[in-house]
């Protein structure tokens, strides 16, 4: 049964980015959140069913309340500054970043490109934390895609079904030169660090002009959208660094208006 405190509370939420607080009876916070539109997430824990973990939740609300912020970016830092300074039980802790995933490039002859949530410096390159896995699977989905490298963990003696799907160009039968794989991993390194991808973008326009030239309009059109991920991309690679600041310092970084600088590339453990 909800409350007439938070009925009345749930009429008066904006539909605008933020985060939201739950509190228990004693006034606890029990819970951080953050929404894309706060009017239909809060309202969404009262209305419908829930997985055992949110009824708990549900059950023991007595009262919310919620910040309003100007973008999705700024609703994610604030809510990870919120779990850390309160540390909700509701919550899954935010307190070890190894817990986060991060791309990983191996240190193998012909390196591959994973995700592991383990950190072993002498293995790899690592970029990140990110913030969640779907966010790293986003980048790694981009950048397979732009760099076919090897996905074995193994090199077989024959190609696998990656080579014959253009997702891989098979140095386990030397269809690449050695020097070539070892170019394509550096501008890997280059676009995670945050640099390098403006010559990808300026490649995937030029092949994006020839193909609109050869009138061959579906590739046109898939070119255009890679260079729109790459976009989205890498203004999330700009909030990597601040994220792994606030949980590693509680820091958020500022401008000198005071306001949440974007300025900064991803964070790299080497």
């Known amino acids: 049964m909800i409350n007439e405190k938070i009925k009345e509370k749930l009429s008066l939420l904006p539909k605008q980015p933020g985060c939201y607080q739950m509190k228990n009876s004693q006034g606890e916070i029990i819970y951080v959140g953050k929404a894309k539109n706060l009017f239909n997430r809060v309202h969404s824990y009262f209305s419908g069913s829930h997985d055992a973990k949110t009824q708990r939740l549900v059950a023991d609300i007595a009262d919310f309340e919620y910040i309003v912020v100007s973008s999705e970016i700024e609703s994610l830092l604030l809510e990870i500054n919120l779990i850390k300074k309160y540390e909700p039980r509701y919550n899954i802790m935010l307190k070890d970043d190894k817990s986060y995933p991060y791309i990983k490039l ?3 002859k012909y390196p591959r490109l994973i995700i592991t949530r383990k950190v072993n410096r002498k293995s790899g ?4 934390p990110y913030p969640n896995v779907t966010a790293a699977n986003e980048t790694k989905r981009l950048l397979d895609h732009l760099y076919p490298l090897r996905k074995c963990r193994t090199l077989p003696n024959r190609v696998c079904l990656y080579y014959h799907i253009g997702q891989c160009l098979a140095p386990c039968v030397n269809e690449i030169p050695p020097e070539t794989y070892r170019t394509m991993a550096e501008e890997i390194t280059r676009f995670l660090n945050g640099g390098g991808y ?5 490649k995937l326009k ?3 002009l020839e193909a609109s030239d050869q009138l061959n309009f579906e ?5 255009r959208d890679q260079i729109n991920n790459i976009e989205t991309v890498m203004e999330k ?3 990597i660094l601040m994220i792994w600041m606030i949980v590693t310092f509680s820091v958020i970084p500022l401008t000198k208006a005071g306001c949440v600088s974007k300025s900064f590339s991803c964070a790299k453990v080497s």
């Open 198 to 202: 403006k010559d990808v973008k300026k």
């Open 106 to 108: 191996t240190s193998e």
């Open 206 to 208: 030029q092949e994006m």
């Open 237 to 239: 690679q700009k909030i």
């Open 125 to 128: 390159k690592y970029f990140g």
């Open 219 to 223: 590739k046109a059109k898939e070119l």
